[in-house]
C-alpha cells in the first residue's frame, strides 16, 4: 500500500511539472507574439532600460567581490587598507624580522616565567635554601616567621 502511496505520488508530482511548463510555454508564446506588435520607440526603451539594469548589476557585483576577497596583489594586508599593506609590502625583511622578534621575546618570557614557579616548588629549593627542610615543617618556626 505504500508503494501505491509513493507512485501516485509521483505521478502527481510528474503531472504538476508537466502543467507547469505548459503554462510557462504559453506565456512566453504569449510575451513573443505581443513583443512582435510593440513599436520601435518602446523596444528601443526596454533595450536602453535592460542594458543599463545589467550594467548596475555587474557594477555591484564586482564591488561586492572587490570588497570580500583577495586583492589582485596576492596578499591580505590590504584589507587594512592601502597603506597599511603597501609599507608592509615595501618593508618585507624588516617586517619579518620584528615577527620574529617578537617571537623569540615571547618564548623567552614564556621561559623565564615557568623556570622560577617550577624551582620555587621543587625539592631542590628546599636543599639549597639556608635553613634546614626541617624548619619548614615546624610549626613553631612558621609562628616565628608571621610575627617578625
Not at 614564556?110 to 624551582?119: D, E
Request: glycine share 4%; proline share 2%.
Amino acid at each position: 500500500m505504500k508503494i501505491d502511496n509513493n507512485k501516485h505520488i509521483d505521478q502527481q508530482t510528474s503531472l504538476d511539472a508537466n502543467v507547469e511548463d505548459q503554462i510557462a510555454r504559453n506565456i512566453v508564446e504569449l510575451l513573443d507574439s505581443r513583443a512582435q506588435k510593440l513599436p520601435d520607440e518602446h523596444s528601443l526603451r526596454l533595450a536602453e532600460a535592460r542594458s543599463l539594469a545589467i550594467g548596475r548589476l555587474v557594477s555591484q557585483e564586482a564591488q561586492l567581490a572587490a570588497s570580500h576577497s583577495i586583492h589582485r596583489s596576492g596578499h591580505t594586508l590590504q584589507w587594512f587598507g592601502g597603506r597599511f599593506g603597501h609599507y608592509f609590502e615595501q618593508h618585507r625583511i624588516f617586517s619579518t624580522l620584528l615577527v620574529v622578534c617578537v617571537m623569540l621575546l615571547t618564548f623567552f618570557a614564556v621561559q623565564q616565567f615557568s623556570v622560577n614557579h617550577q624551582i620555587e616548588n621543587s625539592d631542590a629549593f628546599l636543599l639549597a635554601s639556608d635553613l634546614p627542610p626541617e624548619a619548614y615543617a615546624d610549626k613553631g618556626f612558621t609562628a616565628w616567621l608571621d610575627t617578625n
